[in-house]
């Protein structure tokens, strides 16, 4: 590697730290440098949509962990805005240029925003999405200020567990979402509706089949009100839009790699790919922005947004980084997530949707405590448990080995009474 140019990470969050901290480890003793557009050190955010919107952790006391001395030049508050892929050179906001033999792009993801466009105008005040630290500082204040009715729009893990905090502040919240239960793009409506009952207990006013449509302000220009599709309305003085993340990736659009909201594309030795399908030069990918083949979908492309494998990738981009060419060695990972919410600790391995088949292995879903195992085609592809995670290690190892759908009969606690189909939406239209 050329002394001069060294390794540029640009990304200051969990994937660009972790990936800085591997490339030490690995023994690169030459120039580094992390380029963040926010303005703080790397932080964790996990907790923002759990302990930071309960009041129970500051928002500024999120930082993660310097776990090797990186002896690296900082860039914050500084987005990078191109990249010059001939030149070997990473253009910043600023107008100054940084120049890399290797480059690891680790822009994660931004929340999915509420559409603008000149027919609806601009958005009224209240209305919050939830990613950045400063997007949970600005969301715990409106909490705190005790709204009269919080609206979540969207019931995927963030909606969820913004959910469970705000009934937990005691503040009235309505989830409004268009499928039948939450968590059915993640885990299906068979298990999603176990969480329909946790809304239900924790009295949460859930709306399945709702589409909000459009938002209206009072004179002071703050929300009041989301009109829905079906015509009625719902009152509210706050707002969470729920609605996933899209990856960061605008700043490569003249770069000339594969990448779009969906992510940069990869080879499975977390390589970006140019636009002809090729390894472009020193570029690696890694954490929430990478979409790379998944061995456990052959010939399908996946970008994750779990914390875990933004650290796995992170090591293993920055393992092939420093290896030589014919030495760049397959990610094989098993994604992995988990969540806290209404007091339940849900754990994931592997990827459930596409499954056809869904079956409580231990417990029952009427307990809220159980773990199900998903299969495709005879296959088994995921696991999730609800407070049962004693067996999901020994599931990730049969989900890894691909076995036969089910598997591991006969275990203790075990009674297979709950089998069905997972019921997953249709896939959105793009
Ligand atoms: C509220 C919340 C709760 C979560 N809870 C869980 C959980 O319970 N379990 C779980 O497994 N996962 C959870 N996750 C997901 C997990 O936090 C992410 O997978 C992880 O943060 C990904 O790390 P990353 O470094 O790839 O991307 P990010 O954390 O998104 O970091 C990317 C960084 O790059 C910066 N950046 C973007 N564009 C540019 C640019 N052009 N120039 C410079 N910098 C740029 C961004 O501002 C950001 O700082 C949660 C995520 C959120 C938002």
Redesign the pocket.
Known sequence: MSADRGVVV?????????GAEALRRGGYAGPLTL????P?Q?????????HVLAGELRPDATALPHLVDLDATW?LG????GLDRAARMLR??DGSALPYEKLLI??????RSWPVTEKTGPLPSGIHT???RD??AALRAALAAGPKRVLIVGAG??GC?AASCCRDLGLAVTLADPNPTPLARILGSRIGGVIVSCLDTAGVDFRPGTHVDAFEADAAGRVCRARLKQGAAIETDCVIVALG?TR?????AEAGLMADEGGLTCDVACRALDADGQPAPGIYA?????RTPNPLHVGRLAA????????A??GHAARNMLAAEDDQQEYRHLP?????QFGINIKGVGLADGADTVAVMQGSRASRRFLAVYGREGRTIAAISFDQARWLPAYAERIEAGVAFPPILGATDQSIKDFGVPDFPQPRSR
Do not use: C, M
């Not at 500084?78 to 805005?81: E, H, K, R, S, W």
């Not at 992995?336 to 806290?340: D, I, M, T």
């Open positions: 640009v990304g200051a969050s969990l994937a660009g730290l972790r380029v963040g557009d926010e703080y790397p932080y964790d955010r996990p907790p923002l949509s759990k860039r500084q987005p990078a805005v910043l906001a680790a822009t994660g993801a931004r929340a939830l990613r950045s997007d949970a893990l963030i567990e993340a960061d990736t605008g700043w490569l890694a954490g929430d922005v990478a994750f947004e779990h914390w875990g494998n933004a650290v990738q992170a992995a997530f988990w969540s806290s």
